[in-house]
């Protein structure tokens, strides 16, 4: 049985995880053997995380399918003691006989109630705690990830793997390895007692079951790979309306419904024209399987019938075969289920396993020691870095020192590695070359943990939680008091605001914060980092959306706040970081200029062409530009 599994499992489709680089979640792979065994020896180890429940089962299981045996022999008894019961001069022993038999029978279904209900629980019950256990080891994986792993694997991919492929592994005990001991028990010990019977009979009885259990398989091998390509162009749907509702402003602004609606229909059609396809392949099958069934019925009826004629064997004996044929469609068919079930949770198991097993870029050193903050200097030194995959560095030579109190600017144009910078301080890239230090220390050698409390960065993208404000302020230190989540607000100069508010610091801001606007969105992601109270504070363009007066007024608020702590102010207006101590200027991953304001204006370069761009006033223009 396993070696047909097996087998047939060669021939379903893998998909591949993301390991492997440049690949979604979506890519597909033939799963060999080793693999594909190896994983379904881990999934029964996690099942056997819960022996005693595992142990109930099995025995439940086998009882179940041995009372189930009994049935056919007691009815077939039944059958030839109501004869005797009806034929003339029959006494009470006769009768007493058939009401012993009656009692035996409804017992026994009793029991095999019980049984079946015993194996289904604690069956559940199992798939269901490895279901719990899979989800959180997932989950907690998603969280430990790189940013480099979410920039290569979409969303929607790994919703699916949560979601549908982990269903595929919860489901293997109850849909794969009890049923190899249902139908072991079932088809093995019942042929065995048919042909022990009636040899004839008994091969009858059992000629559909060759035929319906190839057929059974070869149906749900093919239903299995175009579930795995169903899978895919689900995934594909969900991508397209989790885009669609995360820029539903953007497509109501641009009048783009119809745009949506067409693309959004071309992908439903897709996954409907292949769910239709399935349905054809279930229809078409199981109505030969029905056919092989009743052709094979016909045959023992025939057979059988003349045997009852020729007084070989008794109505009651017909009867048995009969009822076993009955008992046994179902389980026959059950074996391309469970064929299905090994290769669903092989391919799927493989997919989940790998991202289990997926090694993280980002973790903590053998020896890592927690961040000491002292003077709390921050210094690049010839930092290099190449996100994975792209042909040219994005950050080379890049070299700086902060101390604490100070402030510098970064500007440049876009493309230029700005937001690099910001993203290697806190280490959610490691850089290529070099090494970024604070107070001396080499962050790739502190703790994760440490470093990302004292390095504080308000990002380009204000995202916030549907949740109250003073829990989204408060997300980082959850149990601090109310007056620091006040002050922080009140840095971030949205305190007035939100007291303005019905439910002041209890109002609930929509999804993603929608219900704020975008400066609004940005001072209350300020003040979530605020909260903190970094030794690092890193400004990734997080003004843009804000007014000149309301930012002016913020960094008027932040000079008390950053007098013992080093920040970093990336901006493209100019007005946000001219105050700064050190203004570096970034293109193409180098620093080509660095200087205060005043320097460089007087230096005549890049950032004077982009000053006078922004600021400087029309009639303190050249009259050369004027006239151009």
């Known amino acids: 049985m396993l070696g047909m599994v097996w087998i047939l499992s060669l021939n379903t489709q893998a998909i591949g995880g993301a390991p492997e680089r440049g690949k979604s979640f979506a890519h597909v792979a033939e799963a060999s053997w080793g693999k594909g065994l190896s994983t379904l020896l881990r999934i029964v180890r996690m099942t056997l995380r819960h022996p005693w429940q595992v142990a109930i089962t099995i025995v439940s299981t086998f009882i179940a399918a041995t009372l189930q045996l009994f049935i056919p022999r007691l009815l077939g008894r039944a059958i030839d003691q109501a004869q005797g019961v009806m034929a003339a001069g029959a006494g009470t022993a006769a009768e007493h006989a058939l009401w012993n038999t009656a009692l035996t029978l409804l017992v026994v279904s009793i029991l095999r109630g019980l049984f079946t209900m015993a194996q289904n629980y604690y069956g559940e019950a199992v798939g269901h705690q490895t279901g719990y256990e899979l989800r959180l080891a997932f989950y907690e994986k998603i969280q430990r990830l790189s940013f480099s792993f ?22 293997f005990f109850s849909t794969g390895i009890l049923r190899v001991v249902l139908l072991g028990v079932l088809i093995g010990v019942g042929a065995y007692l048919l042909i022990s019977t009636d040899l004839v009979l008994g091969l009858l009885s059992l000629s559909f079951v060759p035929f319906v259990a190839w057929r059974s398989s070869v149906t749900q091998l093919a239903l299995r790979s175009t579930w795995l390509t169903l899978q895919q162009r689900l995934s594909v749907l969900s991508r397209v309306m989790d885009e669609n509702l995360g820029g539903i402003r953007v497509v109501r602004a641009f009048a783009a419904q119809r745009h949506e609606l067409e693309k959004f229909d071309r992908a439903k059609q897709d996954a409907l024209d292949l769910a239709t396809e399935r349905v054809d392949i279930r229809v ?16 023992v009826l025939w057979f059988g019938g003349q045997k009852v004629i020729a007084g070989q064997i008794s109505v009651g004996t017909l009867a048995q075969f009969l009822t076993f044929m009955t008992i046994l469609q179902m389980p026959v068919r059950q074996l391309g289920l469970m064929v299905n079930s090994f290769a669903r949770a092989s391919t799927c198991g493989t997919r989940l396993f790998e991202l289990l097993d997926a090694e993280l870029d980002i973790q903590d050193a053998p020896d890592a020691k927690d961040l000491v903050i002292t003077d709390g200097v921050l210094r690049f030194d010839n930092v290099g870095f190449r996100y994975a995959g792209a042909g040219r560095a994005t950050l080379s030579g890049i070299s700086f020192e902060a101390r604490s109190g100070e402030t510098i600017g970064i500007v440049g144009p876009p493309g230029s590695g700005k937001s690099t910078i910001a993203h290697l301080i806190p280490r959610f890239y490691d850089v290529t070359s070099g090494a970024i230090t604070i107070d001396g220390q080499d962050i790739s050698k502190v703790t994760l943990q440490s470093l990302r409390k004292a390095v504080g960065v308000v990002q380009q ?42 439910a002041g610091y209890t109002t609930v801001v929509g999804e993603r914060g929608a219900s704020l606007s975008g400066g609004q969105r940005q001072r209350l992601t300020i003040a979530r980092s605020l909260m903190l109270r970094p030794s690092v504070l890193v400004f990734d363009d997080s003004t843009a959306a804000i007014d000149a007066g309301t930012e002016q007024r913020i960094r008027a608020a932040m000079k008390r706040f950053a007098r013992d702590r080093v920040t970093l102010i990336i901006s493209h ?15 193409g991953g180098r620093i080509v200029e660095r200087g205060t304001h005043e320097e460089l204006l007087a230096l005549g370069g890049r950032y004077r062409a982009l000053y006078d761009l922004q600021l400087r006033p029309e009639d303190d223009r050249p009259a050369a530009m004027g006239a151009a």
Do not use: C, K
């Open 573 to 587: 207006r100019l007005s946000s970081l001219m105050h700064a101590d050190q203004i570096l200027f970034v293109e």
């Open 461 to 502: 993208d204000a995202f916030l939680f549907t949740t109250s404000i003073e829990n989204n302020i408060a997300y980082g230190n959850p149990w601090a008091r109310e007056t620091r989540i006040g002050q922080a607000a009140e840095y971030a100069q949205l305190h007035n605001y939100i007291i303005g508010l019905p």
């Open 284 to 299: 078409s099958n199981t109505s030969a399987m029905n056919f092989s069934f009743l052709a094979a019925m016909g045959l």
């Open 150 to 171: 979410h920039d290569r694997v979409h969303t929607g991919d790994l919703i699916t793997l949560g979601l549908l492929d982990l269903d595929g592994v919860r489901m």
